[in-house]
């Protein structure tokens, strides 16, 4: 399970107060993400935006391999402690970079995306949208659902559920949400299979 001592540990020192076990909003987000991970065994798996690293401690149980990126320093710096701390093996990496200079993208073939879409900027949209999703089996989502969480800069509105299936859609996946709450949703969305144009 995800919510080890250690990995406690390193919450309550990256994320503070908000991510205690007394927060019922994220243990559910948390419970929720841990129940899908199985989904991506096997799989080269890429997280845009992957912050301190924490969701790594799940996913190295099934991945086959898992990049996490981001472009801010410090929490590249958290997630290099965390693989650290939680004896992460070599097939989990992190990289400081901006996602539309990641140049292995085609790799990949699950992506994580959790509480981001939403902050990428048009170009990342369409990189996502057009080199990345296509090239992925099954994409683990969870969205912001408050209106802190519009963007101008982008075209699309990622706190509203319909608007993340119709991306989805237009990448050729099935995105299914599973999981709501008052603050986010969150679902996985799957290459669609024996697809036919009529």
């Not at 097939?91 to 902050?119: G, M, P, Q, T, W």
Request: a positive charge; glycine letters at 4%; proline letters at 2%.
């Amino acid at each position: 399970m995800i919510n080890n001592d250690n990995w406690k540990k390193l919450m309550q020192k990256w994320h503070g107060r908000i991510y205690q076990n007394t927060n019922k909003r994220v243990k559910q987000r948390l419970d929720w993400f841990d129940s899908v991970c199985p989904k991506l065994k096997g799989l080269d798996v890429l997280e845009i935006g992957s912050n301190a690293g924490l969701f790594a401690t799940e996913v190295a149980k099934y991945a086959k391999s898992y990049l996490g990126i981001d472009k801010k320093d410090n929490y590249y710096n958290q997630a290099v402690v965390t693989k650290k701390q939680m004896k992460l093996g070599e097939n989990i990496r992190f990289k400081l970079i901006k996602l539309c200079d990641l140049k292995e993208h085609e790799k990949y073939n699950a992506i994580i995306l959790s509480r981001v879409l939403y902050h990428l900027d048009i170009d990342e949209v369409k990189m996502l949208k057009d080199k990345i999703l296509p090239h992925c089996k099954i994409a683990i989502v969870i969205c912001g659902s408050k209106p802190k969480a519009i963007r101008k800069h982008n075209n699309y509105r990622f706190d509203k559920p319909e608007v993340v299936k119709e991306f989805f859609k237009e990448a050729g996946m099935e995105f299914c949400i599973d999981m709501t709450h008052e603050r986010f949703f969150a679902g996985v969305a799957h290459k669609h299979i024996n697809h036919v144009s009529v």
